[in-house]
């Protein structure tokens, strides 16, 4: 029986023309994506759905999607798609993560240009034959200093754009490395420089919890007066109501936004404002962009569904049907061990060695280190998957150093992970069981045998008596069970580590209570997509 393609949202005809040609049934039925209920009803007929942003992929959803196999994002964001409910019910999130880079960065120049010019307002008011002449005063674009916040694909497009317009381009990005700055021709600066430096601040970073809210009223305390900002990344990177009062104020004398908190955007406070100019979240419509994400998105979901092919997958490996059985735990292990180390290293990561001892010396490992480096810059960049991970890395003067050994120890095989930054070296070693779940075995030198769980909570503490007391208190007084405990030392009395598997997140409000232990020297709650093992 041949595969059905649901499409729920506006793609290009090329998509569904694709989907025919290579044996793929396909409904096109672009409103259906606004009409959950209906969504809901029709969705176990289908193995591939194939979306832009207007369909919103929740675990309801999912659930009810018994046949599904393959979502297919025509488009970059991914944050509409419950991903963890995908992955764990094995469904493939693909996206095409460079289609509509340059049409978007476009868009964001064009707002730049509307809010130095007023283009829009002016152009209604000539339209209605009051030529206002004196009204309109707008502000050169040359020497002016544009704050770029996020310099991936898009960022970095607008950076040279802006480069080209001869403005001062100024960056604020984790993981921009000083030569891809210099290449970009742009100041690599922190935050708050860029705040205090910037005429125009145009976003570009995805919606993780770090970004969330990055533009609010004491981030705007910091910038110029008379200071334009530009969105075209994602609504909730800005709090709207706080841009408004600056923007009434005067603080910030005008905005561009092109995505908003709440999506469709049919009511807003920021709408009828003279200062703002609003677009409904059309930074990726034009032609051009939509045929490249329309016929990417449908040419890799057709190559799944009919071949068993996987690129461009968020929460899959790229790998062959031949290999997938034996190497599947070890990539979920790698991607672990990534992300274990993403989400306790603050500071720019320089460095990455990857060591690959015994049995697993002798795999793909070139997908297990794509596995890796997704698990590491993850936190940072929400939407990278194992085809661009490498990529994003190598962008960012990450150096990464691949190294393969006979088997050492008791172990048949295990992965290790080691990551240098300016201040710090760290190491986290797992392997798989028989049973094919990941374990840590050893972290910072210190050996222990932890499985891995979605919730966990980290803590490096002195080896000293009352800390299995501490922690054992705080989860129950918080109603939170631990369903493993795992304590190292790399002697007695020396440095010591403790590793919980819980089964719901440790409250953050109670972080800063375990960190003011006196045993206790940092403590992190982290997460990991453990869907599929
Ligand atoms: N308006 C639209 O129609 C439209 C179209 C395409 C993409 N987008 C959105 O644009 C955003 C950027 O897309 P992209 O393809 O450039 O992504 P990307 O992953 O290539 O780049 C994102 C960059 O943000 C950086 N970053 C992460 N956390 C940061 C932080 N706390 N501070 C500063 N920088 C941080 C990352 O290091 C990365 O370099 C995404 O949210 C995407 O969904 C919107
Ligand atoms: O992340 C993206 O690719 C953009 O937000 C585009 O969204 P759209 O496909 O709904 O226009």
Redesign the pocket.
């Known amino acids: 029986m041949a595969p059905r393609v649901l499409v729920s949202?506006k793609l290009s005809p090329t998509a569904v023309q694709i989907f025919k040609d290579r044996g793929v049934e396909v409904d096109y039925l672009p409103d259906l994506g606004k009409d959950k209920e209906k969504l809901l009803e029709v969705i176990s007929q289908y193995d591939g759905l194939a979306i832009?942003?207007?369909t919103k992929v929740t675990e309801k959803l999912i659930n009810a999607a018994t046949r599904l196999k393959v979502i297919g994002r025509?488009?970059?964001?991914v944050d509409n798609v419950d991903i963890p409910a995908a992955s764990r019910k094995g469904i493939i999130v693909m996206n095409t993560p460079f289609g509509?880079s340059i049409t978007?960065a476009e868009h964001a120049v064009a707002m730049i240009f509307a809010l130095a010019r007023q283009i829009p307002e002016a152009n209604a008011s000539t339209h209605a034959g009051k030529w206002e002449k004196n009204r309109f005063m707008g502000v050169e674009i040359t020497g002016k200093t544009l704050g770029v916040i996020g310099c991936g694909n898009i960022g970095s497009i607008v950076a040279t754009r802006g480069v080209g317009l001869k403005m001062h381009v100024v960056a604020f990005d984790p993981f921009l490395s000083d030569k891809r700055a210099e290449e970009l021709g742009v100041d690599k600066v922190e935050l708050d420089e860029l705040f205090a430096r910037a005429d125009f601040i145009t976003l570009h970073t995805p919606l993780t919890d770090k970004t969330r809210n990055i533009i609010d009223a004491g981030a705007i305390a910091k910038m110029k007066n008379g200071v334009r900002i530009i969105n075209c990344a994602r609504g909730g990177l800005v709090v709207e109501a706080d841009l408004i009062a600056a923007l009434k104020s005067g603080k910030v004398a005008g905005a561009g936004i092109d995505v908003f908190e709440v999506e469709p955007a049919e009511q807003n406070p920021l709408f009828g404002m003279e200062n703002v100019v609003a677009t409904p979240?059309l930074?990726?419509?034009t032609a051009e962009a939509q045929e490249n994400v329309a016929l990417q998105v449908a040419e890799q979901m057709s190559d799944y569904l009919i071949k068993g092919a996987v690129s461009n997958a968020i929460n899959m490996p790229s790998i062959t049907a031949e290999e997938a059985p034996r190497l599947k735990p070890f990539v979920k292990l790698a991607e672990v061990l990534g992300a274990f180390v993403g989400q306790v290293t603050e500071d720019p990561i320089k460095e990455v060695e990857i060591l690959f001892d015994g049995s697993t010396a002798t795999m793909n490992t070139r997908a297990l280190i794509s596995a890796a480096l997704a698990g590491l810059i993850r936190p940072q960049v929400a939407d990278v998957n194992m085809v661009s991970a490498p990529i994003m890395v190598k962008e960012r003067g990450i150096i990464v150093a691949e190294v393969k050994r006979d088997k050492s120890g008791v172990f048949d095989g295990y992965i290790k992970l080691t990551v240098k930054t300016e201040h710090m070296t760290r190491s986290i070693a797992g392997t798989c069981f028989s049973d094919g779940k990941p374990r840590f075995i050893q972290i910072k030198g210190i050996n222990l045998d932890a499985e891995v769980g979605q919730h966990m909570l980290y803590t490096t503490n002195a080896d000293a008596p009352g800390i299995i007391g501490l922690l054992g208190t705080v989860c129950g007084e918080n109603g939170v069970n631990i369903a493993n405990f795992q304590l190292g030392r790399n002697r007695p009395g020396g440095d010591a580590i403790a590793l919980l598997y819980l089964d719901a997140p440790f409250p953050e409000k109670v972080l800063e209570q375990v960190r003011a232990h006196t045993s206790i020297d940092s403590a992190k709650r982290l997460q990991f997509d453990v869907g599929g093992v």
């Open positions: 949202d832009r942003s207007a025509a488009g970059i964001g509509n978007t979240h930074g990726a419509s």
